[in-house]
């Protein structure tokens, strides 16, 4: 059974390398991912290899830049509280800027456990200030704030996961 998060995390690959098709193959299942375009939905084909029973399955997935990853069926944990809080703030926010997560991935707010988390609540950032880590495929990533202000709100608990696009602080411009 295909991982829905990891395959988002292959669409948006695609998508942001600007590739047509991934083609992986193990010993049990196939999967090719294709995309005519650029603003094309890209197209799943889920074949068992031969040996194996089942049916193929060919299915489209939809993700949406800024939605989120999609509906809400393959959000992470933690997840919909995030979108909810951000929600229920967006009223007195409007002048806010959103810093948003660049890929699907597990959000942490410092270095390491034992250290001072990167930003906090009413500290002024940089352009090339290191807001956060976010964790994907055990790849550390590291979130610059590209804008410069004062960090207004953190959305995101250290540990949670986080989708593509969601946002995690926001911003008051200088």
């Known amino acids: 059974m295909l991982d829905i998060r990891k395959l988002k995390e292959l669409v948006r690959l695609m998508v942001v390398n600007d590739l047509t098709e991934i083609d992986l193959r193990d010993s049990q299942e196939q999967v090719t991912l294709k995309r ?16 194996h029973a089942g049916v193929p399955v060919t299915a489209t997935l939809a993700v949406h830049p800024g939605s989120g990853g999609g509906g809400g069926s393959g959000a992470g944990v933690g997840a ?43 500290g002024s950032i940089g352009a090339e200030t290191v807001v956060c880590l976010i964790e994907a495929m055990k790849v550390f990533n590291e ?12 959305l995101v608990r250290s540990g949670e996961p986080v989708e593509f696009g969601q946002k995690l602080f926001l911003v008051r411009p200088a």
């Open 36 to 51: 005519t375009g650029p603003a094309a939905i890209p197209t799943v084909t889920h074949l068992p290899v031969a040996g």
């Open 80 to 122: 919909g509280a995030a979108a909810d809080r951000s929600a229920a703030d967006a009223g007195d926010d409007d002048e806010l800027v959103a810093i948003e997560s660049p890929m699907v991935g597990t959000f942490y707010a410092s270095p390491a456990p034992d250290k001072p988390t990167f930003v906090k609540v009413g």
């Open 143 to 154: 979130i610059k704030a590209e804008c410069e202000g004062t960090i207004e709100k953190v």
